[in-house]
């Protein structure tokens, strides 16, 4: 399940519940499943721990809970559904109960080549780009609503670094990223978590990815091997931050979980 | 209070056990045969369609790309909704006979087309597609085995059977054809294949996506209509379900440059490729069909093009052919054509990724067959310096062991 990754990364520490991370991915390696298991221990882990402390057995969905807003630009909604599924969390029940909510990129953009409308000011995305001013709008007033019902709200967005991508200059993209820092101080209990692929030999994705390392308070970073593919070993996984001991494991995705270990530590 | 809750926990599981033992025992008694009484709830939201198997992983509808040893490399075919780019080889001729059984495939199992080019005219270019080889074992699922086997030693009768043909030890589960690059398929059967060419924008085609270099939007303005028109959308409801084929060639090559872009090739091929990949991965994402797609990578100079297109695409590979390099001539490479690098294999819709067996990879092309396998060396069965070398020390330690002659039948 996830619980390994939260636990051996020390993301399940108090401080870390309102704060920003930004998750970097390096190379062809894939940050999806962190972001999976970002959602698994808002969602579930947390609220267990809390029942666990107070003496109940069963977590339940309730007003102490976290919700979740996800927005996806790399990957599709459905896969992180079903790879949520896999590590035993059911987004969609959870969003029939409110404590989810999505954004998909792909799907708007895909959407917006489709329909043959006039595009209005309130639009995501007007043929291909994504306004980011109408995605700030959006995302803010659904982070209210949740915020409403629920102790703490936790914002996701996979792989940011696709707004590039599809037209969005690198300035209002940082302006972007700024804004969302910025509900930090106005929405409390908000956690923020922002994915971004890094190359080394694109300039702009660096720049995003040193500008959001210095932004966050913490930060994962997911490479491949430097050796190639293995079979005992999926990739590298690093953390840091200000109050966490920073330090590098290897994970292996399973069908249904991800395992950690130490490097060297893989077969024992 | 730790140990009382775990306690609590154990009881749970064990009711939570006997009652699903209960279950099954119930449905044992009500079963008919071998069929249980309990059905699913729902209809199956998969349609069957043809030429397509579903993962038992995650349930992803999976399609041949045409050549066997290439799907069982890349996860045992590939997904539904995916792009599959392949970094051209030199002279781009391995890569064009890999979109030519992309498309065999799919005209063997009734799957519309849709080809792009601007390299090539993309009419002439299919009517080369080749058509599947007649009593084919490996698509009827029979293994091709002799009537008299070859004995071996009983010693060695229990061990695993070296496959160098990844996927060739499981052929009862193979999802595609194999093809005869020889014959090509017939005029008349073209013609009852649903196929759409593309090689030139037409007058009344409107670019999709702020795209540098027009092309890019028009092309994707045709996949559009393409999809649109024939249902191939998620929500659409056809009444037969099947599979768009897309083969793009040469993406971003020099051909692809605009008129009116002020900027470099790389400039330009910079900014639009990456931005054409993502969009149509959007659309795929959202439709019954997938993209093979072909990009000239040895022609960019600035590596972060490709770097950028191998990380919007869900799957990658590079073809290195031996034509025109040093390893033509060495011996060592001498069964294979090239080689095949696996650049990419992302997750799609799944938790873990499929890791090929090795990644030391090659290919060969056949008359009747393009074949993938694990690079090896090849046995050594002539004499060579070294064995000579070899022969001679032994003869100089022979003079002074209790070894006779060379030409004694016994060796002490």
């Known amino acids: 399940m996830a619980a390994a990754l939260i636990a051996a990364l020390g993301l399940d520490q108090p401080e870390v519940q309102s704060s920003s991370i930004a998750v970097l991915e390096k190379g062809n390696a894939d940050s999806s499943f962190v972001l999976s298991c970002f959602m698994w ?34 990957h599709s909604a459905a896969h992180y559904r079903n790879q949520s599924l896999k590590l035993g969390l059911n987004l969609t029940s959870l969003s029939q109960k409110g404590l989810f909510e999505e954004l998909d990129l792909m799907k708007i953009i895909s959407e917006s080549f489709s329909t043959l409308k006039e595009t209005s000011d309130e639009d995501l995305c007007r043929n291909g780009t994504i306004v980011v001013k109408s995605l700030f709008a959006s995302m803010r007033t659904k982070l209210l609503k949740l915020k409403e019902n629920f102790k703490s709200v936790c914002l996701i967005i996979g792989n940011v670094n696709d707004l590039l991508t599809s037209g969005v200059s690198n300035t209002q993209l940082f302006i972007f990223i700024n804004y969302l820092q910025g509900l930090l101080s106005e929405i409390t209990n908000l956690s923020l978590v922002i994915s971004t692929h890094v190359s080394d030999d694109a300039e702009s994705e660096r720049l995003l990815g040193a500008f959001l390392k210095n932004a966050s308070d913490f930060t994962v970073t997911v490479s491949a091997l430097q050796t ?41 | 209070m730790v140990t009382k809750n775990k306690t609590t926990y154990n009881l749970l599981d064990a009711a939570h056990a006997a009652c699903s033992h209960t279950i099954n025992i119930m449905a044992a008694l009500t079963s008919d045969g ?104 490996s698509a009827s699922g029979q293994d091709s085995k002799s009537d ?48 759409t060419l593309w090689s030139e924008p037409e007058e009344n085609d409107t670019p999709l996506g702020n795209f540098c270099n027009p092309n890019y939007g028009l092309l994707l303005s045709k996949i559009q209509k393409k999809i649109a028109e024939g249902q191939f959308r998620v929500q659409d409801e056809p009444i037969k379900q099947s599979i768009l084929r897309l083969a793009i060639h040469s993406l971003g090559s020099p051909m692809w440059v605009g008129c009116s872009c002020d900027e470099s090739l790389d400039e330009g091929v910079k900014r639009d490729l990456p931005k054409f990949l993502l969009y149509l991965r959007a659309i795929l994402r959202e439709s019954y069909a997938l993209a093979v797609i072909t990009v000239p990578s040895h022609l960019f100079r600035d590596n972060s093009i490709i770097k950028l297109c191998e990380y919007q695409s869900d799957m990658a590979l590079r073809l290195e052919s031996f034509a025109g390099s040093s390893y033509e001539t060495n011996p060592v490479f001498k069964e294979y054509h090239g080689l095949l690098h696996i650049r990419k294999l992302g997750p799609v819709n799944t938790l873990a990724t499929h890791v090929p067996e090795s990644l030391d990879l090659a290919f060969k092309l056949r008359r009747k067959k393009f074949v993938i396998e694990k690079l090896h060396l090849p046995p050594e069965l002539q004499e060579s310096a070294q064995r000579e070398q070899d022969d001679i020390s032994t003869e100089k330690r022979s003079g002074m062991g209790c070894s006779s002659s060379p030409s004694s039948k016994l060796d002490f």
């Open chain 2, 34 to 137: 071998n069929i249980t009484s309990f059905q699913r709830k729902g209809r199956n939201r998969i349609p069957y369609i043809q030429g397509t198997r579903q993962s038992v992983q995650n349930a992803q509808i999976l399609v041949s790309s045409g050549v066997p040893s290439l799907d069982h490399v890349v996860g045992n075919g590939l997904p539904v909704g995916s792009i599959l780019l392949i970094e051209e080889d030199t002279f781009g001729t391995f890569s064009k006979f890999i979109l030519k059984y992309f498309l065999a495939e799919g005209v063997a199992c009734d799957h519309p087309l849709f080809l792009a080019s601007r390299d090539f005219l993309p009419s002439t270019f299919i009517k080369q597609i080749p058509v599947p080889i007649k009593g084919d074992s």
């Open chain 2, 148 to 195: 008299d086997p070859m004995t071996i030693a009983w010693r060695y009768q229990n061990m695993r059977q070296v496959q160098s043909i990844p996927g060739s030890s499981n052929s009862g589960t193979h999802l595609g054809h194999n093809f005869d690059l020889t014959q090509f398929i017939l005029p008349e059967d073209l013609e009852n294949c649903d196929y």
């Open chain 1, 41 to 74: 221990e808002c969602l579930v882990g947390r609220s267990a721990r809390e029942c666990r402390a107070n003496g109940l057995l069963l977590p339940r969905p309730s007003e102490t809970s976290t919700a979740v807003l996800l927005l996806t630009c790399h």
């Open chain 1, 228 to 268: 190639g593919l293995s079979k005992d070993v999926s990739g590298c996984l690093s953390v840091g931050g200000l109050s966490l001991s920073s330090g590098t494991y290897h994970y292996r995705l399973l069908d249904r979980q991800v395992k950690m270990f130490s490097p060297g530590a893989s077969s024992v």
